[in-house]
């Protein structure tokens, strides 16, 4: 295998495995305000349990999750924003309206995910706040997922092909 495979393998391991990180906290997000809605826990719990989350170790706050969330996802936003897609631009340029559609979706999904650190913090101080934070991150969970598997059925192939790393 050519160092240029091997290097477009690993640019693609990473892209899902990033990308399914981002997956699994936002279905544990789901699921803890499931379990707030069912009263299976309260919003206490709800809170110790999101600074036990991954992508919130260091965080204390339940409104500071987004923030936390947000900043990785923003990051991994503007590392394909400013890096991988200029690279893919400037391997294939049949990819151009692809790259903008989905840089696009950045702006959008940085939109939702305002709405869903309001969401949380309106929701630390009023309990009864739960069908607006539910309603949030359910539109977060509608345009993020599929445009993570939209970023994938477009750009995985591309990415092993012209052997970019991440």
Do not use: K
Not at 96 to 118: Q, S, T, W
Request: glycine fraction near 8%; charged fraction near 30%.
């Amino acid at each position: 295998m050519t160092d240029s495979a091997v290097a477009g393998e690993q640019g693609q391991q990473l892209l899902v495995t990033v990308h399914n990180h981002l997956r699994d906290e936002l279905e544990q997000l789901r699921q803890l305000i499931r379990d707030v809605r069912r009263g299976a826990t309260g919003p206490a719990e709800a809170r110790s349990y999101l600074n036990t989350m991954a992508m919130r170790q260091n965080y204390w706050t339940l409104g500071a999750f987004c923030a936390n969330y947000c900043r990785v996802l923003s990051m991994h936003h503007a590392i394909e924003d400013q890096r991988m897609f200029p690279d893919l631009r400037r391997g294939d340029e049949s990819l151009g309206p692809v790259l903008d559609r989905l840089a696009a979706e950045h702006e959008v999904i940085a939109g939702v995910l305002d709405e869903v650190d309001r969401a949380l913090i309106a929701m630390v101080g009023d309990e009864t706040r739960l069908d607006e934070t539910e309603e949030a991150i359910d539109r977060l969970a509608d345009v993020l997922l599929t445009h993570l598997q939209d970023e994938e059925d477009a750009l995985l192939g591309p990415i092993g092909r012209l052997g970019l790393t991440i």
